[in-house]
């Protein structure tokens, strides 16, 4: 099956820009069927914007920059939330576990998460490449003043290369 996500409104909505208090919804379709809808806006704690949401099949996984925490949120309901304001990068789901890779939206550093939980994070390192799903683990790479690092599920090693020039 193929699914894809878009955007709809009342047939009387001006479509060309979302408004704070525009009626919208965030609608999952199976194979061109909707199949299921999610009320859009701040109070609902779930974003228009295409970043802020992941396609499992049959499901759509949304995440939010509320006040002073992240909402993640599987087919509208709240999953967790945490208490660190981050723009998600990237999302996995493996084994019915949510992994995130996440910067605050205060400053620098990341916060790679299961669950909500951090299970490594840097207060300056910069994430070089998105996850990589290796056998339902989760891998990435990330660099900070002490060099180039692979993460796998959590576990930090530095690599050894070598820049003769830039």
């Given amino acids: 099956k193929w699914y894809a996500t878009g955007i709809c409104f009342p047939d009387s909505t001006h479509w060309q ?15 061109g069927e909707a199949i299921s ?7 609902y704690e779930t974003g228009a914007d295409p970043d802020m949401h992941r396609i499992t099949p049959g499901h759509i996984y949304t995440w939010y920059p509320a006040r002073e925490c992240t909402v ?4 509208g309901e709240e999953l967790f939330r945490y208490g660190s304001r981050e723009r998600i990068h990237d999302m996995a789901i493996i084994n019915g576990d ?14 790679f998460r299961k669950n909500g939980k951090a299970v490594s994070e840097s207060k300056n390192g910069i994430p070089l490449h998105l996850f990589q799903n290796v056998e339902g683990r989760i891998h990435f790479s990330f660099s900070d003043e002490d060099g180039i690092f692979h993460v796998n599920d959590g576990r930090k090693e530095r690599l050894s290369i070598e820049v003769d020039k830039v």
């Avoid at 993640?72 to 087919?75: E, G, S, V």
């Avoid at 949510?98 to 916060?111: D, E, N, R």
């Fill in 17 to 31: 820009g979302i408004e704070e208090e525009q009626e919208c919804w965030l609608t999952l379709f199976a194979e």
């Fill in 37 to 43: 809808s999610i009320p859009i806006g701040d109070i």
């Fill in 72 to 75: 993640i949120k599987k087919d």
């Fill in 98 to 111: 949510v992994y995130t890779l996440g910067t605050p939206y205060s400053g620098k550093g990341f916060a």
